[in-house]
C-alpha cells in the first residue's frame, strides 16, 4: 500500500523504516532490500531491437500499394520504375526507422537526471555510493548544488532550497523543512517536507530518509507514464491511409472495367491487359509519397529558419489543424528568470525596466529616471540587494555562428550563479551601478545570519567607514516585526500602526498582482551593540521598502497569442505555478478572457473524467498541476475533438507532450526528456515561433492538398480518356507507353514544384481544419473529378477530330491521332497545374509567382516534344510530328478545362465569413 509519507512524523518515519538516523542502514540490511527492491533507476520498458523497428517500417498499407505498384511496372519492363519505386520504399523506411528509434531515447534521457553518486550514512559510517545501489530506508546527506539521487524525506533541513520547476513547473526554488502535514492529498509542489528524484538543492543542507526508489519515485511514474501513453497518428498519415485505400481499389475497378470494355468491342485481350495495368499505374501515383516527404522537408528547411526543429516529418502539418496549444507557463510563455519590475519606497511605486538577467535598465518615477546617489532610501535598498546577497551576477560566453561567417564567434550571455531571488535583486542593484566589485572597498562583510524558513529572512552584518551595519531582507509582514523605525522621504522615522498599515497594503497590492514580494531594512550599530546572534542583530531595524518582482513574460507572447486567437486557436496556461501568479500572467499576456475559468489541480482532482470534458472547454488556466493531470487534460480535450499541440520544457512535460496530437519541446530550456518525446522543438523557446510554425504547417498541407489535386484530376484525365473510349467503340486514344510517358513528364517536376508554392494571404484568418476532416473535404473531390472529367472529354474530342478528318482504319491516322491525345493530355495538364495554386480560379494569382513551377512546366514541355519531334525516339513512343494546324486543336482543347472552371469561380459568389469560437474567420460551407 502507498504511504503518504508527507503525513509522518520523523520519529514515526524513522521507526517504520528501523533506522537511527546517525548510524543508517547496515551493510547487510542495505543488499537484503536491494535484493527485494531492484536497483535505483529507471525502467526503459520492453526494448524493441533496431532490426524489427526498421523492418516495423513497411507494414504500412501505403507501402503495399507501393510494392503492388513496383511488381506492375516491372511486369510491363519498366524497370526504371520499378527502381525508383524501391527506392522510395527504402528512404521512406530509413526516414521512419530513425525517427522511432530517437523516440526511444526520451526514457534514457530521464536516467541522465538521476544522480550518479550519493552521500550516505551505513554501519555509522559516511559513505559515497553509486546512486542506483541507494535503497528505501538509506539516510542520505545533501548540500548546495547536490542532485537528489531519489525520493526523500527530510528529518533534517537547514535554510534547505529545491529547485523542483523540471518535476512541478515552480518558478522558484521551494523552501523544505521537516514538519509533518496533516492534509489529506497535497499537492506535488505543496510537499514541502519531501525531495523527489532529479531535482536540485540550490541552497542549505539537508539529512533525509530515502522513501521511494527507481520507478516508484516521481520521476519514475512519469517514465511510466511515457512508456505506456501511446503516439498519436497524425491526420496526415491517416489520410494518407485512406487516400492509398481509395486509390488501390479505384485502380483495379478500373483496369477490370476499360480491359472488359474493350475486349467486348473488339480490341486485343493482351493490348487491352497492358492498357489497363498502365492506367492502373497511372491511377497509383506511386510519386505521392516522395512528393509529400520532400514537401515536408523543404517545409523543415524553412522552419529551421524560423527555429523550428522537426523531429517527426508528418507532424509538420499537424500544426496546421490544431485548434488548442496547452503551453507550459515557466520558461515558455515566461522567461524563467526573476526580475524585479517595482520598488516601493516612501509611499512612491518606482518602475525597473529592463528583462532577463542583463544588468541594462533604469529605476523610473513617475517616468523620469531616479538617481540613486540622490536618493538614500533607493541607496540604501541597493545596498542591502547587493549585501545581503549571495548569488553571482556573472558573463558566460556562448559560441554562436554568424550567417556571413564560417567561423564561430563568442556572444556574451549574462547568467546567475546562486538562488534566482537573490540573482534579481544583484541585476536590480547591478542597474543602478552597484555591484559586488563597486561596494567591496567600503563595504566589508563580517557576519551572516543566514535565510531560515522560520524566520523568513537573511541578515549580514557589514563594516563600512569604520563602523558596522546590519542589512536584512525577508518576508515584508515578518520584517515589519523586527522595525522600530522607517525611512520615509530619506528621513528616518517611528514606525507607527499607520505606517505599518501602508507597508502592509502595498505590499498587498505587490502580491494581487502576482509579484513575489521582499521587505528591506537596515540598522547602523553603536560600538557598543553586540551582534552575536540573530536576535541581538535583528532588533531594532529601520525599515527601507519593498521590491517587487516576478518571472516575466516574454514580450513577444502576446502578439503570437492574438495571432492564434484570429486564426481560430485557443491558448491554455497549464502550470504547476500558484494559481494567483497564473492567472495574473494570463491576464497580462491576454490568455484568460473576461468570462474564462481557472482550475488549480485540487479542484481537478474532484472531477471525474466527464465532467472534466463538460469544463475543459471553458477554462483557459490550470494551476498547480501535476504530470498526470497535464495529461488528463490533453486527452480530455482530444475526446472533445480537439487538436492538441502541447508545449512545455521540464520533465514534469514528457508525458503529456508524447501523448498530445504535436508535441513542442524548448529547445535552450528544455531538458532532454521533453525533448525527444516532443515532435517539434523551438531553438529559440519563443512561443511566438509557434506561430511561425503553424503557419507553415497550414502552408505544407495546403501545397500537399494542390499537388493531390494535380495529380488525381490529372490520373481522372486519363482514365477518362480511356474509359469514354473503350465504352464507345472507339480504338485506343493512347497506347501503353504513352500513358506511362504521360504519367512521369506531368506527375514529377510540376507536383514538386506545387509543394513549395508560396501560401496564400489569407491562410491564418482560417478557421483550424477540423481533425477529421477527409483529404478531399472543401470541395477537393469535387474539383478532381469536375477537372478530370473535362480534361478526359477534351482529349477524346481532339483524339476523335483528328480521326474523322483523315480515314478511321488508317493506320497512321490512327498514330496522328493518338499522337494529338498525347499531346493534348500532357498540355491539359500542364495549364490544370497553375489553377491547382488556389483554391478559387487560375485567376486569382499570379502565374509566374511560383518560379519553380514554370521551370518545372518548362522542362516537362521539353521532354513532351522530345518525343515528338526526336525521330529516334518516335518508333518508342509510337508517335508523329505535329503540323501548326495541329497544334491549334492541342491548344484549344487542353484550355478548355481550365477557362471553364475559371469563370465559373469568377461568376460564383465569394464565401462568406464566419467568426470562429476562438476568434479569427472561417469560410462558410461551400
Known amino acids: ?78 524497370y526504371l520504375d520499378a527502381i525508383t519505386i524501391i527506392a522510395i520504399i527504402i528512404m521512406n523506411g530509413i526516414l521512419g526507422f530513425i525517427q522511432e528509434f530517437r523516440a526511444e531515447r526520451s526514457l534514457r534521457a530521464l536516467k541522465e537526471l538521476s544522480a550518479p553518486n550519493a552521500k550516505v550514512i551505513r554501519d555509522g559510517k559516511l559513505e559515497q555510493i553509486p546512486a542506483r545501489s541507494m535503497v528505501v530506508g538509506d539516510v542520505v546527506l545533501l548540500e548546495s548544488g547536490d542532485r537528489i539521487p531519489a525520493d526523500v524525506r527530510f528529518i533534517e533541513a537547514n535554510s534547505l532550497y529545491v529547485e523542483e520547476s523540471a518535476l512541478t513547473g515552480e518558478s522558484v526554488p521551494v523552501d523544505k523543512h521537516t514538519d509533518a502535514l496533516r492534509a489529506d492529498e497535497v499537492p506535488l509542489g505543496d510537499q514541502r517536507n519531501l525531495g523527489f528524484m532529479g531535482t536540485m538543492v540550490t541552497r542549505g543542507t539537508a539529512k533525509g530518509v530515502v522513501v521511494r526508489t527507481g520507478m516508484d519515485t516521481e520521476m519514475g511514474k512519469i517514465a511510466d507514464l511515457i512508456q505506456n501513453t501511446e503516439s498519436m497518428e497524425t491526420p496526415l498519415q491517416h489520410r494518407l491511409e485512406q487516400l492509398g485505400k481509395l486509390l488501390i481499389i479505384v485502380a483495379l475497378a478500373l483496369t477490370v472495367v476499360v480491359v472488359v470494355a474493350g475486349i467486348i468491342h473488339g480490341q486485343e485481350p493482351y493490348g487491352m491487359f497492358l492498357a489497363g495495368v498502365s492506367l492502373a499505374v497511372a491511377a497509383i501515383p506511386e510519386g505521392l509519397p516522395a512528393i509529400v516527404t520532400i514537401a515536408l522537408a523543404l517545409g523543415v528547411q524553412r522552419m529551421i529558419q524560423r527555429k523550428a526543429i522537426v523531429r517527426k516529418l508528418p507532424s509538420v502539418e499537424t500544426l496546421g489543424c490544431a485548434t488548442v496549444i496547452c503551453s507550459d507557463k515557466t520558461g515558455t510563455l515566461t522567461q524563467n528568470k526573476m526580475t524585479v519590475t517595482h520598488l516601493w519606497l516612501g509611499g512612491e511605486v518606482l518602475e525597473v525596466t529592463g528583462e532577463g538577467y542583463e544588468p541594462e535598465g533604469e529605476i523610473l518615477s513617475r517616468g523620469s529616471r531616479t538617481d540613486s546617489r540622490k536618493n538614500l532610501m533607493l541607496q540604501r535598498l541597493l545596498q542591502v540587494s547587493v549585501l545581503c546577497n549571495n548569488a553571482v551576477l556573472f558573463e558566460a560566453p556562448v559560441e554562436v555562428k554568424r550567417k556571413k561567417q564560417a567561423q564561430a564567434e563568442p556572444d556574451i550571455v549574462w547568467n546567475i550563479k546562486g538562488d534566482p531571488t537573490e540573482g534579481a535583486l544583484v541585476v536590480l542593484a547591478a542597474k543602478a551601478g552597484l555591484t559586488n566589485q563597486s561596494v567591496a572597498g567600503t563595504f566589508t562583510r563580517i557576519g551572516e545570519f543566514p535565510f531560515d524558513s522560520d524566520r523568513k529572512r537573511m541578515s549580514v552584518l557589514v563594516e563600512h567607514q569604520g563602523s558596522r551595519m546590519v542589512l536584512t531582507k525577508g518576508a515584508p509582514d515578518v520584517l515589519l516585526q523586527q522595525c522600530s523605525y522607517i525611512l520615509w522621504d530619506d528621513k528616518i522615522i517611528p514606525l507607527t500602526s499607520t505606517m505599518k498599515q501602508k507597508v502592509l497594503s502595498a505590499n498587498e497590492g505587490m502580491a494581487k498582482n502576482a509579484l513575489r514580494v521582499l521587505g528591506f531594512a537596515y540598522r547602523e550599530l553603536k560600538p557598543a551593540d553586540k551582534c552575536s546572534t540573530e536576535e541581538e542583530a535583528e532588533t531594532g531595524l529601520i525599515y527601507i521598502g519593498l521590491t517587487g518582482m516576478i518571472d ?66 471553458d477554462v483557459y488556466v490550470y494551476a498547480r498541476v501535476s504530470p498526470e493531470h497535464k495529461l488528463r487534460i490533453v486527452k480530455s480535450l482530444q475526446r472533445k475533438g480537439h487538436v492538441v499541440a502541447m508545449t512545455g520544457d521540464g520533465v514534469n512535460d514528457a508525458p503529456a507532450i508524447k501523448a498530445a496530437d504535436i508535441g513542442i519541446a524548448m529547445g535552450i530550456s528544455g531538458t532532454d526528456v521533453s525533448k525527444e518525446a516532443s515532435a517539434l522543438v523551438l531553438s529559440d523557446d519563443n512561443f511566438a515561433t509557434i506561430v511561425a510554425a503553424i503557419e507553415e504547417g497550414r502552408g505544407i498541407y495546403e501545397n500537399i492538398r494542390k499537388f493531390i489535386r494535380y495529380l488525381l484530376a490529372s490520373n481522372v484525365g486519363e482514365i477518362m480518356t480511356m474509359f469514354l473510349a473503350m465504352m464507345a467503340g472507339l480504338p485506343l486514344p493512347l497506347v501503353p507507353i504513352q500513358i506511362l510517358w504521360v504519367n512521369l513528364v506531368t506527375d514529377g517536376l510540376p507536383a514538386m514544384a506545387l509543394g513549395i508554392d508560396p501560401a496564400e494571404k489569407d491562410l491564418m484568418q482560417q478557421k483550424p481544419r477540423g481533425a477529421r476532416e477527409n483529404i478531399f473535404a472543401r470541395r477537393l473531390g469535387w474539383k478532381i473529378i469536375s477537372r478530370g472529367i473535362l480534361i478526359g472529354l477534351c482529349t477524346l474530342a481532339a483524339f476523335w477530330i483528328v480521326l474523322q478528318l483523315g480515314a478511321r482504319d488508317d493506320a497512321a491516322t490512327l498514330v496522328h491521332a493518338q499522337t494529338v491525345a498525347f499531346a493534348t493530355l500532357v498540355m491539359a495538364q500542364l495549364i490544370h497545374v497553375f489553377d491547382c495554386r488556389s483554391s478559387r480560379s487560375i485567376f486569382h494569382r499570379n502565374p509566374l509567382q511560383n518560379g519553380y513551377l514554370v521551370l518545372a512546366v518548362v522542362s516537362s514541355l521539353l521532354l513532351m516534344l522530345a518525343v515528338l519531334y526526336v525521330e529516334q525516339l518516335q518508333p518508342i513512343f509510337k508517335t508523329v510530328p505535329l503540323g501548326w494546324m495541329d497544334w491549334i486543336i492541342v491548344i484549344v482543347f487542353a484550355a478548355i478545362p481550365t477557362f471553364l472552371m475559371g469563370i465559373g469561380s469568377v461568376l460564383s459568389r465569394p464565401a462568406k465569413r464566419t467568426p470562429s469560437r476562438y476568434g479569427g474567420a472561417r469560410p462558410a460551407a461551400q
Open 552 to 617: 516575466p513574460p516574454r514580450r513577444e507572447v502576446r502578439e503570437a497569442i492574438s495571432k492564434c486567437r484570429k486564426a481560430g486557436i485557443k491558448t491554455v496556461m497549464i502550470t504547476g505555478d500558484h494559481q494567483v501568479t497564473a492567472e495574473a500572467i494570463a491576464k497580462q499576456l491576454g490568455i484568460l478572457p473576461q468570462n474564462g475559468l481557472a482550475l488549480n489541480g485540487q479542484q481537478l482532482s474532484q472531477l471525474n473524467d466527464d465532467e472534466l470534458d463538460e469544463r475543459v472547454d
Open 1 to 78: 500500500m502507498s504511504q503518504k509519507w508527507y503525513q509522518m512524523t520523523t520519529a514515526d518515519l524513522l521507526q517504520s523504516q528501523q533506522i537511527h538516523p546517525s548510524k543508517g542502514l547496515s551493510s547487510e540490511e542495505a543488499e537484503k532490500r536491494l535484493a527485494e527492491h531492484g536497483l535505483n533507476e529507471l525502467s526503459e520498458g520492453t526494448k524493441i531491437s533496431p532490426i524489427a523497428l526498421f523492418f516495423n517500417q513497411f507494414k504500412d498499407f501505403m507501402v503495399l500499394v507501393l510494392m503492388g505498384a513496383t511488381l506492375i511496372s516491372g511486369l510491363l519492363g519498366e
